[in-house]
């Protein structure tokens, strides 16, 4: 019984570790630096991550009264500084850093640089696909601008030389890496615009984020995207995404990927020619067939074989017609030799002078009476007309006293002014 005293239980290891641990000034208010991963951002806002470096990790949790106060996106892969105190969960006897305060290490800043100036180009209208230009599906002349030496431009060469040995290269050697990178590569986009390129790739192997940064300084977007060649990116591997992906006119996930974007398959053209040549000669065999099928049918037939045929039905339908016409000209000649007979055997024909003095009777008899309607006449036998403003004046109520009218007489007119006027009973 005594022998079993010497031996404690799990939880009472755990909760003695924890008190030495709470109990540690050095492990009170500790100062860390490392990697995120296995981030995880509860509902109830609470963080939960691992910090790591090259050989080491701790767990690690933030909880929501220090979380909200995070300013930033919280990603796997991001570097950070964290202010904290060490203690162990019991239940499971591991330690863990309890996070107060959490800062972005170097790269972490880097990642805010990113997104602010993707941010803005994007506003800008520089990603939009409407800017961005074809690349052309069989170049002549390719330009490259990327390290001299590495894989990058050993893939891109082997690649092109393998898939279109037709097209020409031309290296613009240049830093991909460093203080002066993006100067040297903004310097090399525009040598190159003076060589008559096709298409243009811009890139180099994979690395950090700080080896591909050069890729996302806005000097070298803008010289992409004002370039007047067809721009193909070729940055990292296909997990890293640059600014210069996203302005370019085709992002390829590698360097070799480039140079398939770049350059057809002589393989593809080869077999594409020969399905088009098959193509090609069927329908020629088939425009053949067709035309000597038509050409049998011509030989064979009767008019061919008896032209003289086509010949007398030609005449017979002339023959027709001319008999038509024929008949048409008896028919109008007969109609109108009747109308001749008609006339001559008129009354008018006959006797003209009748007609002439039945016109003469008619027309004395019209001249009378328009003499015996003539208002001249009527004035000749004593009467006047009376006007007022050139108007005849035929009712006693169209005038008034003291109105100027003139009488028309046989030989002329009287100027008068009305005295009275007297309306008749």
Request: glycine share 4%; hydrophobic share 40%.
């Amino acid at each position: 019984m005594e022998e079993s005293n010497k031996y404690i239980t799990v939880s009472q290891l755990n909760r003695y570790i924890k008190y030495k641990i709470d109990n540690d000034e050095n492990l009170d208010n500790i100062f860390l630096k490392g990697e995120i991963s296995n981030f995880k951002a509860h509902t109830r806002g609470h963080f939960y991550f691992t910090l790591k470096d090259e050989h080491s990790r701790v767990n690690a949790i933030m909880f929501q009264s220090n979380a909200k106060n995070i300013k930033f996106n919280v990603v796997d892969g991001m570097k950070v500084l964290v202010t904290g105190k060490l203690s162990v969960y019991e239940a499971s006897g591991a330690y863990q850093i309890y996070v107060e305060d959490m800062l972005e290490d170097g790269v972490g800043n880097l990642y805010i640089a990113f997104e602010q100036l993707k941010e803005k180009l994007e506003k800008e209208g520089l990603f939009k696909e409407e800017h961005k230009k074809k690349i052309p599906k069989i170049p002549k002349r390719i330009g490259i601008i990327t390290a001299s030496t590495g894989a990058a431009i050993k893939d891109i060469l082997s690649t092109i030389k393998r898939r279109w040995p037709l097209v020409e290269t031309i290296l613009f050697p240049s830093l991909v890496q460093g203080e002066f990178a993006k100067d040297n590569i903004v310097e090399n986009i525009k040598k190159a615009e003076n060589y008559d390129l096709d298409v243009l790739i811009v890139g180099r192997g994979g690395g950090s984020i700080e080896d591909l940064w050069p890729f996302n300084e806005e000097m070298v977007a803008r010289a992409i995207y004002n370039c007047t060649i067809p721009v193909i990116s070729a940055v990292g591997h296909e997990i890293d995404f640059t600014i210069a992906d996203f302005v370019s006119d085709m992002r390829a996930p590698t360097p070799t990927g480039a140079a398939e974007m770049a350059v057809p398959n002589i393989v593809d053209v080869k077999s594409y020619i020969n399905q088009v040549n098959l193509r090609l000669n069927n329908s020629i065999n088939t425009i053949i067939s067709k035309n000597r099928e038509r050409l049998n049918n011509i030989v064979t037939s009767s008019i061919f074989k008896n032209p003289k045929r086509m010949y007398e039905i030609k005449e017979q339908m002339f023959d027709i017609l001319y008999e038509k016409l024929l008949r048409q000209f008896n028919i109008t000649l007969d109609n109108k030799r009747h109308l001749l007979d008609v006339i001559k055997s008129s009354i008018v024909f006959k006797t003209p002078l009748v007609i002439i003095n039945n016109k003469s009777n008619n027309y004395l008899n019209l001249l009378n009476k328009l003499e015996v309607l003539n208002p001249i006449t009527t004035i000749k036998r004593g009467y006047s007309i009376t006007k007022m403003n050139n108007k005849v004046i035929t009712n006693i109520n169209d005038i008034k006293k003291g109105d100027k009218i003139a009488n028309e007489l046989k030989n002329g007119y009287l100027e008068c002014e009305v005295l009275e006027v007297y309306e008749n009973d």
